[in-house]
């Protein structure tokens, strides 16, 4: 794009990450003129290449919205791993578990590359002739009534009427908006380990609470497993220094036996921020995803809630539209966040009240959680609303 080119589109989606480019493909779908813009493309795929580092537990409701944009086809064509079960426990007597069975699905939802998930979005995109600007990146925003001028980092500019901030936990547009977060940074971070084992790691996802952090795994196909290790940052940033068979060794003391011998090949750590942003929209302009919230993942949950977002805001966008109403209102944008705050913050208070009572040695409150496993695991109905919630059903 020359210096002096102006697009004009209804919706920018800054981020084509897997909530960003799901919104917009969405929005494509009804009508809507969308343009995303993003700093970096999807790596190809290649189906020889082992898989990406970042693994996503996508579950039926978030797969559902995929086959509505008729982006799940395209996901399946490259790889993705269904589990039906899902374990977890800090003492072996103790343990809960939730199967599809119980629900009557088949699957409670699948393993996704993070990769391949934003490829087959972009493929979409391409099908449903959405604009894209890559690599591209939001400099400047500024207000130009009725919606938005966006400034891209090589000084090309983008009208729209509204703008959705998709752009991730450091969201350059929130910032740019003057949005604040509330937020903290977890004692502990966590490390993704892709690892080939020696037997096959069936169909279950597992997570072991220990005083440290969980130890989890998610199943993935041709034996690998994606291997998630929580635990205080310094331990982790020397787990990250060892070589491979080092590693090999600490996985072997710090798993439980169940996991078998593997070998691992690949590995990356993350730090665990909350964050919530203190708005989710101003006229014009709304947040989706983890521009807007991110959760300690230790129930897989980021992208599940990102997509619970992504079907609010179509709704009442395209409803808004169908009552003449000015869709890009603050009033209209507002219905949005009202349907979406109180859900997002449900979710990340219950993953702290987890991750609270499972960080913690005293005594008491060991023998309270695992009775509390113990019941759970013996109340069907109790097991059943919980995975109906987290599945999004
Ligand atoms: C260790 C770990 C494990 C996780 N496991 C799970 C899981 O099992 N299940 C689950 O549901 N969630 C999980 N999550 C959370 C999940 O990864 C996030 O919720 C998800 O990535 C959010 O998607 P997003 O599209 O909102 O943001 P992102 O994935 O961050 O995408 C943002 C996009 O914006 C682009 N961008 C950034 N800045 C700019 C800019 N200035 N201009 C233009 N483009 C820009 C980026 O290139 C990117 O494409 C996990 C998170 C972590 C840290």
């Keep these: 794009m020359t210096e002096h080119q102006r697009v004009i589109t209804e919706v920018a989606v800054a981020g084509g990450g897997m909530v960003g480019a799901a919104l917009a493909c969405g929005l494509a779908q009804q009508g809507f003129d969308v343009t995303v813009i993003d700093s970096r493309m999807p790596p190809e795929f290649d189906a020889g290449q082992p898989p990406d580092l970042r693994i996503s537990a996508i579950g039926v409701a978030s797969v559902d919205l995929l ?39 088949p699957v409670l ?107 989890a795994l998610l199943p993935l196909s041709d034996n690998w497993a994606s291997l998630v290790w929580y635990d205080a940052p310094a331990r982790l940033r ?29 590995a990356g750590s993350f730090p665990l921020v909350r964050r919530h942003a203190r708005r989710y929209v101003l006229p014009g302009l709304a947040l989706v995803g983890d521009a807007a919230h991110t959760i300690n993942p230790l129930a897989g949950q980021g992208v599940n809630l990102g997509y619970r977002d992504v079907n609010a805001l179509i ?5 808004a539209r ?32 987890f991750y609270l009572a499972f960080s913690n040695r005293s005594a008491p409150l060991r023998v309270a959680r695992n009775l509390g496993l113990l019941a759970a695991g013996h109340s069907g109905m109790l097991k059943r609303q919980a995975l109906k919630y987290a599945l999004g059903l």
């Excluded at 600007?133 to 009208?159: I, K």
Aim: glycine share 6%; aromatic share 8%; hydrophobic share 40%.
């Design 238 to 266: 020397q787990l990250q220094a060892m070589t491979m068979p080092q590693l090999a060794k600490e996985i072997q003391q710090a798993f439980p036996a169940r996991l078998g011998k593997v070998t691992p090949q690949a």
């Design 109 to 215: 939802g699948y393993m996704v590359e993070n990769n391949v998930l934003q490829r087959a979005l972009w493929q979409r995109l391409d099908q449903l002739r959405v604009k894209v600007l890559a690599p591209a990146s939001v400099a400047q925003l500024s207000r130009h009534e009725p919606g938005w001028l966006l400034t891209l980092a090589d000084g090309s500019q983008l009208q729209a009427r509204l703008v959705i901030a998709a752009d991730g936990a450091n969201s350059r547009v929130r910032q740019l908006a003057g949005i604040g977060i509330q937020g903290w940074q977890y004692a502990q971070s966590c490390m993704l380990i892709n690892v080939k084992c020696e037997q096959s790691p069936g169909m279950a996802t597992w997570q072991q609470f220990t005083p440290e952090g969980p130890r």
């Design 315 to 319: 709704e009442v966008l395209c409803d």
């Design 67 to 105: 086959r509505t944009l008729a982006v799940w086809p395209l996901v399946a064509s490259m790889r993705a791993y269904p589990y039906n079960r899902l374990e977890t426990w800090e003492w072996e007597s103790a343990r809960l578990t939730f199967d599809a069975d119980s629900l009557g699905l």
């Design 322 to 353: 169908d009552c003449a109403e000015h869709w890009d209102s603050e009033s209209v944008l507002k219905r949005y966040e009202r349907r979406r705050r109180y859900d997002n913050l449900l979710m990340q208070t219950s993953m702290d009240l």
